[in-house]
């Protein structure tokens, strides 16, 4: 699980914007690009071409229950 502290200061690669942490906090989410970060034994992978692409039913699902950073 992502600590509340540097969940606020993580912001997507591609466009500096909050994220949030999804899936039981297995990902972090940009919904503004859709695409998802995963995050591997605690630490999140934000590269910009590991990250994949989300459909519209994983968005929906994912701004439903996301909690977001704060923002910058």
Do not use: K, S, W
């Not at 992502?2 to 940009?30: F, Q, S, T």
């Not at 968005?59 to 910058?72: C, E, M, V």
Request: glycine content about 8%; charged content about 35%.
């Amino acid at each position: 699980m992502i600590d509340d502290a540097l969940l606020e200061i993580l912001v997507c690669p591609a466009d500096r914007g909050p994220l949030l942490l999804v899936d039981d906090g297995r990902e972090l989410y940009n919904p503004r690009l859709r695409r998802a970060y995963r995050i591997e034994d605690g630490i999140p992978v934000l590269l910009v071409d590991e990250a994949r692409d989300v459909d519209d039913d994983e968005h929906g699902r994912f701004t439903g229950q996301g909690r977001p950073a704060a923002p910058q």
